[in-house]
């Protein structure tokens, strides 16, 4: 009895070999059907690198805008084209619209000049952007007056703001 099992179980495994080497073959004809494609080749463009202007906002400062793109080459099939942009309206514009700079704190009064001053180093440029690497600026200096009591000083406020509205 185990005999006949064991060679049930020999037939089987013919069977199941005998269909993988038939799936093999079929496999290899179907390949050997197919056309060989002949390699592309390779254009070598004597085209430039693209040179991006700066992106000009469609209204305002900041937000969308467009910036135009040209190259040089005599054999190029285009050497305009106008790509889509975003000026981020929180940047300072200041020092160019794409160019971020992270600033250390304000430093001290110069009593002199009655400025104070602080440095930025370059954080990021969009599409790169022609930026300077570190950046000043100054502002006036805050007066120095006494602190006003709280209640005082939100009336003045709520009065200054009611007098711009009236302008």
């Given at each position: 009895?185990?005999?006949?099992?064991?060679?049930?179980?020999?037939?089987?495994?013919?069977?199941?070999?005998?269909?993988?080497?038939?799936?093999?073959?079929?496999?290899?004809?179907?390949?050997?059907?197919?056309?060989?494609?002949?390699?592309?080749?390779?254009?070598?463009?004597?085209?430039?690198?693209?040179?991006?202007?700066?992106?000009?906002?469609?209204?305002?400062?900041?937000?969308?805008?467009?910036?135009?793109?040209?190259?040089?080459?005599?054999?190029?099939?285009?050497?305009m084209k106008t790509q889509r942009c975003k000026i981020p309206?929180?940047?300072?514009?200041?020092?160019?619209?794409?160019?971020?700079?992270?600033?250390?704190?304000?430093?001290?009064?110069?009593?002199?000049?009655?400025?104070?001053?602080?440095?930025?180093?370059?954080?990021?440029?969009?599409?790169?952007?022609?930026?300077?690497?570190?950046?000043?600026?100054?502002?006036?200096?805050?007066?120095?007056?006494?602190?006003?009591?709280?209640?005082?000083?939100?009336?003045?406020?709520?009065?200054?703001?009611?007098?711009?509205?009236?302008?």
């Amino acid at each position: 009895m185990q005999s006949q099992q064991y060679v049930q179980q020999r037939r089987k495994f013919a069977a199941a070999f005998l269909a993988f080497i038939f799936i093999l073959a079929a496999a290899d004809m179907a390949e050997a059907g197919k056309k060989e494609k002949p390699e592309k080749k390779v254009k070598k463009s004597d085209c430039g690198e693209w040179q991006w202007s700066v992106c000009v906002p469609t209204s305002g400062d900041c937000g969308l805008g467009t910036r135009e793109g040209t190259r040089t080459g005599a054999e190029c099939k285009q050497t305009m084209k106008t790509q889509r942009c975003k000026i981020p309206c929180n940047w300072k514009k200041q020092f160019g619209a794409e160019c971020k700079y992270q600033f250390q704190a304000w430093g001290e009064c110069d009593l002199n000049t009655a400025l104070k001053t602080r440095t930025g180093s370059l954080k990021r440029a969009l599409h790169n952007a022609d930026c300077q690497k570190t950046v000043t600026i100054s502002k006036p200096c805050g007066k120095l007056t006494k602190p006003k009591p709280q209640a005082e000083s939100k009336k003045k406020k709520k009065e200054g703001k009611k007098q711009e509205k009236m302008l």
